[in-house]
């Protein structure tokens, strides 16, 4: 690993994944306890229709994409908010209409030879440091108002109710939520890609979940096995050959699984030795 650390890109992909993973552990953690992976794939999805008109319009494709994802952001809160019962049909047509619109204007695009896979699978080894700096800014201000909104944020997430009650601005808070899952999903898509950028989001903080007591140990565990997923994924695909998004996920998948196959290990030896006490005890 040392040796490939001399090449910038790979030095830049490393940054990149550290910046990602924190972003990962913070929001990941939220969009987890607060059982939003549906709206987060629909943010991540429909934000494809941003990259669409980055392209065909000349605009910086960060700039353009953010926008458009946080634009997605606030649409989905707002019918999640006032028609909780037609959410999930208007979150699949915005995921899809977005997804089209993107393909479309990339079909319009004049002279148009950008990587299409790239922004579908991730293309970390690309990164460049005009995206690095951007990525930096956007990570330490989503750390910066979680921080801020702490108590507020947990106080929703575990109890929307409970938030009403005490007049915490629960609206706003959500608003704010998807707000900065668009903004983490726009900084996932060169490490990841839009279509494995939620299981990046999601697979670490659920892991951490089983070993946390509470939301800000569940952040740091999520972050610290983010961390440790893309950097061994990184590490695989360059050393394979492979593509680096979906290398990471699959490092992910394998952790997923493995915490999983843990458990029922532990829950099945632990009752076993229940089941010999119980046996020792009745003689």
Request: hydrophobic content about 55%.
């Amino acid at each position: 690993m040392p040796e490939i650390l001399q090449f910038e890109f790979m030095q830049n992909a490393l940054c990149a994944s550290i910046l990602a993973s924190m972003i990962c552990g913070v929001i990941g953690t939220l969009v987890v306890v607060n059982r939003i992976v549906f709206i987060s794939g629909g943010i991540a999805h429909a934000a494809y229709g941003g990259i669409g008109i980055a392209f065909f319009f000349g605009l910086p494709y960060l700039a353009a994409t953010l926008g458009f994802s946080l634009l997605i952001a606030a649409i989905m809160a707002a019918v999640t908010l006032k028609a909780k019962h037609r959410a999930d049909t208007v979150i699949g047509v915005l995921w899809a209409v977005g997804m089209a619109l993107g393909v479309l204007l990339l079909d319009m695009t004049p002279g148009y030879n950008a990587d299409l896979m790239s922004y579908l699978f991730g293309s970390i080894l690309t990164v460049p440091d005009s995206d690095l700096r951007l990525m930096l800014l956007l990570t330490v201000g989503i750390i910066l108002t979680v921080g801020y909104f702490y108590n507020d944020l947990l106080a929703m997430s575990y109890d929307e109710e409970f938030a009403r009650v005490r007049g915490l601005p629960a609206g706003f808070l959500y608003f704010l939520l998807l707000g900065m899952i668009a903004v983490s999903v726009v900084m996932l898509i060169r490490v990841a890609g839009l279509i494995l950028v939620i299981a990046l989001l999601t697979i670490p903080p659920y892991i951490a979940e089983r070993y946390s007591k509470s939301l800000s140990m569940m952040m740091l565990v999520s972050g610290l096995l983010s961390t440790g997923f893309t950097l061994a994924g990184l590490w695989i695909s360059y050393a394979f050959n492979l593509t680096s998004g979906a290398t990471i996920i699959m490092v992910s998948g394998t952790g997923f699984f493995v915490s999983i196959l843990s458990d029922r290990v532990k829950a099945g030896f632990r009752s076993y030795r229940k089941d010999e006490d119980n046996d020792v005890s009745s003689l």
